[in-house]
């Protein structure tokens, strides 16, 4: 697939990425996110770790525009992002959700549409659908997808879109152990190819397996960041990362 990729990803994808600013956000009297700044470079896989309430899916919505954080911003390259970020933006939610009347190919159709792509898009299209082992699935309606190729589907159409910044939401949950490590491998491509991708997860070993570096998270608040050897040596001796979330979160 990184060949397939590769073209799509925009020249933008080679600054300084994906930066999130002092977001706050507040539910009522619930401070679920305080005060977060950290960043995903072009390239880089960023696994966003904290336990159940600790703010991972609202800094996910906030970041992708789809909840409006009560302060802060988040920029690319630089440029402060409006609430239409979807260029720039993608996120796929733990339930993926895709038009339940609309085909797998329906869904890149709407999508080259909606970005105006050039003429020819269609072969990469096809392309992606072969590399991401969609093209069976081809005609098959929204409704009728399992999870994981809900989750390919929705690849598929921000990479056709050139989306540079891609955000999951507990993407192994619910993934048999084939689905799981076929999305691990897409990952590694995308991320290859030039993607920011932030990824939330409470799979530590999925974290390890696939992060560069990770953002933990404890009430809203930012514990700690660093890539994984950093974070499992903070304490001198080697700790598991299981031990080291474990010692930051509780
Ligand atoms: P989990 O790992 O359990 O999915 P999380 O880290 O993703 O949790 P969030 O879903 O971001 O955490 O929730 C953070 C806090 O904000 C929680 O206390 C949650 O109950 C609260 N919260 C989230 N969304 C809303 C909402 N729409 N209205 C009120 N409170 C909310």
């Not at 048999?176 to 799979?203: K, N, Y």
Request: hydrophobic share 40%; charged share 25%.
């Amino acid at each position: 697939m990184r060949e397939a990729v590769h073209g799509a990803l925009t020249q933008e994808a080679r600054g300084v990425g994906l930066e999130v600013r002092g977001l706050a956000k507040r539910f009522g009297a619930l401070q679920a996110v305080q005060g977060l700044s950290f960043s995903v470079q072009p390239g880089e896989t960023v696994g966003l770790l904290g336990p159940n309430g600790a703010g991972k899916t609202t800094t996910l919505l906030c970041v992708a525009g789809l909840v409006r954080p009560d302060s802060g911003d988040v920029r690319w390259n630089g440029a402060v992002l409006g609430p239409e970020r979807g260029r720039q933006v993608t996120l796929i939610s733990e339930t993926p959700e895709v038009y339940p009347m609309l085909t797998v190919w329906e869904h890149l159709v709407f999508v080259a549409r909606a970005c105006r792509l050039p003429v020819g898009w269609q072969d990469r299209g096809e392309e992606l659908l072969e590399r991401l082992a969609l093209a069976d699935q081809r005609d098959a309606l929204g409704e009728s997808l399992s999870k994981g190729m809900r989750q390919k589907t929705l690849i598929a159409a921000s990479v056709l879109a050139g989306t540079p910044a891609l955000l999951l939401d507990e993407p192994m949950i619910g993934l048999d152990p084939r689905g799981q490590r076929e999305l691990r491998g897409m990952l590694d491509e995308l991320r290859r190819a030039g993607g920011a991708l932030l990824i939330s997860t409470h799979l530590l070993e999925s974290a390890e397996a696939i992060c560069d570096r990770v953002v933990i998270l404890k009430s809203g608040r930012l514990v700690a960041q660093g890539n994984i050897a950093e974070l499992r040596q903070r304490r001198g001796a080697e700790q598991s990362l299981e031990d080291a979330f474990l010692d930051l979160t509780q």
